[in-house]
């Protein structure tokens, strides 16, 4: 019984340690994002960051605007799945 806990015990340790500073991390972002003050800021600076990114696609050479065009493209992908549970 014994050689059980040698073995499984730690790993098992060491997932519920990341499992529970995931889960309080999360909780703690939802609360945060919850209030309406952070989310319009959060708002405001994705729109702010969609302006800057036109902005600096319209001074681009043509060489860097299809480079341009897919990390913002990426980037929006990435924003739209970070609130999404």
Do not use: C
Request: aromatic share 20%.
């Amino acid at each position: 019984m014994n050689w059980y806990k040698f073995l499984f015990d730690p790993p098992f340790r060491l997932v519920g340690f990341f499992y529970r500073a995931y889960h309080a991390n999360r909780d703690r972002f939802s609360w945060f994002a919850s209030r309406q003050w952070v989310s319009s800021g959060l708002r405001k600076v994705t729109v702010l960051t969609l302006f800057l990114w036109i902005v600096i696609w319209l001074l681009a050479s043509d060489e860097s605007r299809d480079r341009l065009t897919s990390a913002v493209m990426e980037n929006i992908g990435t924003l739209g799945s970070a609130f999404t549970d």
